[in-house]
């Protein structure tokens, strides 16, 4: 996932429809980043990379889940059960710590219509 350049981003409040979108607690407070553009980033606001990881531990529940032929949505359904982290949680991580942008997680990442609206950052 990109990166916000450090030397140039700019803080802002999310609106509740950014809050919602990314399934974050509308009663808690955040401070997100947009892109500014400076010479040290060539004018787009972001500088390097970070990553966003999905892993799937192979617990014996899961083993059994993929031995018996479930779905895909059922074993992603027992691994979150088990906290499993999906990407877009990865993602949306990296924009409550100020690291990148909430438009750039809409861009990597699909949507988990698994998850609620209690995910916590």
């Known amino acids: 996932?990109?990166?916000?350049?450090?030397?140039?981003?700019?803080?802002?409040?999310?609106?509740?429809?950014?809050?919602?979108?990314?399934?974050?607690?509308?009663?808690?407070?955040?401070?997100?980043?947009?892109?500014?553009?400076?010479?040290?980033?060539?004018?787009?606001?972001y500088l390097g990379r970070s990553v966003i990881t999905e892993l799937l531990l192979l617990t014996p529940a899961i083993g059994n889940l993929i031995m018996?032929?479930?779905?895909?949505?059922?074993?992603?359904?027992?691994?979150?059960?088990?906290?499993m982290t999906t990407l877009r949680e990865s993602a949306v991580r990296k924009v409550v710590a100020g690291e990148t942008t909430v438009e750039e997680v809409f861009r990597v990442t699909m949507p988990d219509q698994d998850i609620g609206k209690n995910t916590e950052a």
């Open 1 to 45: 996932i990109r990166r916000l350049c450090h030397h140039c981003r700019e803080p802002y409040t999310p609106g509740e429809e950014s809050l919602i979108s990314l399934c974050l607690e509308k009663k808690n407070k955040y401070t997100f980043h947009k892109l500014a553009g400076c010479s040290l980033c060539r004018r787009t606001g």
């Open 68 to 83: 018996a032929g479930e779905t895909a949505d059922t074993i992603k359904a027992a691994a979150r059960k088990g906290g």
